[in-house]
């Protein structure tokens, strides 16, 4: 095989997205041949030369993808300086070194998908495909039918304007409201922006679906493989 960038290897061998790999590879995680190699675009040769990714050899693992129900308290990214426990921690058996397809806040639970396969990511995260993102917040007070209607219209946030959104009230206490939103967009922190802006904050979030992939009955912590007929629902 003739010389490659390694980051496109280390993509191409199911370990993260071009752009993780890059990452990796800047932070002095990677080593060909038994040397650090932190300069971007350096070339090697798979076939001959021995990479390791945080000294793990570089394996021609199968790509994996799981769907985890996302506890509260856990955090989304792949190391947390502040020590609070990570996602791929509780995918407890899983030898691939899985990442999760883009993010949930801390305080946030529900669907997450983990995978090897940054192309698949890549593609699912671009703003292009539009992928539907289903939530459950259950927000302060009672908002009003206009202040719904802005938020389905779209509201300014930082600036720039959401995309329409689809929303449906599923019921309400007295101090409370729950409130299934879909949106397509990946804003930090989005839905509860949107809420905060009408004057309704969130008081509790859950993903519920991403892309046409619900999470039904998987008990909170828990995860599985997504079968080829769920795969099926996420190509694009
Ligand atoms: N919107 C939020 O506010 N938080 C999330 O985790 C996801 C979407």
């Known amino acids: 095989m003739a010389e490659e960038r390694l980051q496109k290897v280390l ?25 650090v190699v932190s300069t971007l675009g350096s070339k090697v040769d798979p076939a001959r030369q021995k990479i390791r990714v945080d000294g793990h050899p570089l394996g021609q693992t199968g790509l994996v993808y799981y769907l985890l129900n996302k506890p509260r308290g856990y955090v989304t990214t792949m190391a947390d300086p502040q020590g609070r426990p ?21 305080d946030t639970s529900g669907a997450l998908i983990l995978t090897n396969d940054g192309d698949l990511t890549q593609k699912i995260l671009h703003p292009s ?25 779209g509201i300014l946030l930082e600036g720039r304007k959401t995309w329409p959104a689809l929303i449906k009230v599923v019921g309400n206490d007295r101090d409370s409201t729950r ?19 009408i004057g309704h904050p969130v008081r509790e979030l859950a993903r519920t679906a991403y892309a046409k992939l619900e999470l039904g009955n998987l008990p909170i912590g828990r995860f599985r493989e997504l079968t080829p007929k769920d795969l099926e629902k996420l190509f694009l």
């Open 179 to 197: 409130i299934e939103i879909t949106i397509h967009e990946g804003r930090k922190r989005q839905v509860r922006k949107m809420f905060a802006a």
């Open 129 to 153: 495909h539009e992928i539907n993102r289903t939530y459950l917040a259950l927000v302060n007070g009672r908002p009003s039918e206009a202040q719904l209607d802005a938020l389905r219209q």
């Open 11 to 35: 993509a191409a061998a199911g370990v993260c997205s071009r752009r993780q790999a890059e990452k990796l590879i800047s932070d002095g995680r990677v080593t060909v041949d038994g040397q």
């Open 86 to 106: 990570l996602v791929t921690s509780l995918l407890k058996g899983v030898k691939a070194r899985v990442f999760p397809v883009g993010r949930l806040d801390i």
